[in-house]
Each structure stands twice: as structure tokens, then as C-alpha cells.
């Protein structure tokens, strides 16, 4: 079993920064493949980013590809996203996830979720 606790959501301004984390309860974390998900109000659960679990190669949708960053610190059971350049459209309750292969990005192909952490960007 895993569980999963993000942090650090808030208010920021368009234009602006801010790094949502993620810490695992698990001995195991190294084994997983670490995704963010995001949802906003009245849309389906979606794909952000996400770190590979022996090599950490990342994997990033569109919409965040070259604004998003996505890492993880094995040492500290934690994965983090550093998101630049906010948008109003990036408003969303941001989700980390932890599955069997970082290439994936399905919400059916992830095992565990935290509970989310707000984001919202104001214009």
C-alpha cells in the first residue's frame, strides 16, 4: 500500500510559478513510476506529467510541455512539479499518482492517488 500526500497548491497570478510536492508513505518508492494528474471543475480527470521509475525519464503532455517540470527525490519518497508560466487554464485540483510505468497516461494505469491539492490561477 501507498499513500500519497501532495502540497503546496495555492493562488497565483498568470505568469507566475509555483511547485506543488508530493511525499510517499512507502520503503518501495523507487519502484514506482511518479505522475501529476490535474482535474478542472466539470472536466475529466487528465494527464500532466510524470518521472520514470528506474531511470526517471519524464514525460510531459502538451498543453504543460516546456512550462511544466517534473522530478523526484528518491531519497525523500517525494515528487515534485515546478510549474512556470501559469495559465488560467492550468487552474485545476493538481493529483499525484503512482503506477507501473511513467509512459502511461491513463487514470485506469495508476494504482495510487493522493487526496490533490488546489491550483488556481488568477488573470
Known amino acids: 500500500q501507498v499513500q500519497l500526500v501532495e502540497s503546496g497548491g495555492g493562488l497565483v497570478q498568470a505568469g507566475g510559478s509555483l511547485r506543488v510536492s508530493c511525499a510517499a508513505s512507502?520503503?518501495?518508492?523507487?519502484?514506482?513510476?511518479m505522475a501529476w494528474f490535474r482535474q478542472a471543475p466539470g472536466k475529466e480527470r487528465e494527464f500532466v506529467a510524470a518521472?520514470?521509475?528506474?531511470?526517471?525519464?519524464?514525460h510531459y503532455a502538451d498543453s504543460v510541455k516546456g512550462r511544466f517540470t517534473v522530478s523526484r527525490d528518491n531519497a525523500k519518497n517525494t515528487v515534485y512539479l515546478q510549474m512556470n508560466s501559469l495559465k488560467f487554464e492550468d487552474t485545476a485540483v493538481y493529483y499525484c499518482?503512482?503506477?507501473?510505468?511513467?509512459?502511461?497516461?491513463?487514470?485506469?494505469?495508476?494504482?495510487?492517488w493522493g487526496q490533490g491539492t488546489q491550483v488556481t490561477v488568477s488573470t
Open positions: 518521472a520514470g521509475r528506474s531511470d526517471g525519464r519524464t
Open positions: 512507502t520503503r518501495t518508492f523507487s519502484w514506482y513510476a
Open positions: 499518482a503512482a503506477g507501473p510505468d511513467g509512459r502511461l497516461r491513463g487514470v485506469r494505469d495508476y494504482d495510487y
